[in-house]
Nanobody
């Protein structure tokens, strides 16, 4: 099993910045792609950004130029740097990871999710 724990959320004023972290732990052989998603009140969950093991990134159009994803493979950790935050960025942010694990002589690949961290942008 792989566990993901998000941290770094909180209350910030419009125009401010936050840095989210996603730490993976457990019986991990390798974490492949990782990503961030968010869900605002009354809305569906949407893609924010993804990053491959090699560092190739993709962003939703509304996030380009303001949000940046990065990762440290040695620490099994991904980050989301959020700048120029707007009230409409208020949401619960979720971390996602595709992990390869080893259990009782077998290899397995699964999709894992964190429990989310609240980001509130308000004056």
């Amino acid at each position: 099993q792989v566990q993901l724990v998000e941290s770094g959320g909180g209350l910030v004023q419009p125009g401010g910045s936050l840095r989210l972290s996603c730490a993976a732990s457990g019986s991990i052989f390798r974490i492949n792609a990782m990503g961030w998603y968010r869900q605002a009140p009354g809305k569906q969950r949407e893609l924010v950004t993804t990053i491959t093991y090699g560092g190739t990134t993709n962003y939703a159009d509304s996030m380009k130029g303001r949000f940046t994803i990065s990762r440290d493979n040695a620490k099994n950790t991904a980050y989301l740097q959020m700048n120029s935050l707007k009230p409409e960025d208020t949401a619960v942010y979720y971390c996602n990871a595709q992990g390869i694990t080893y259990f009782s002589g077998s290899w397995d690949e699964n999709d894992y999710w964190g429990q989310g961290t609240q980001v509130t942008v308000s004056s």
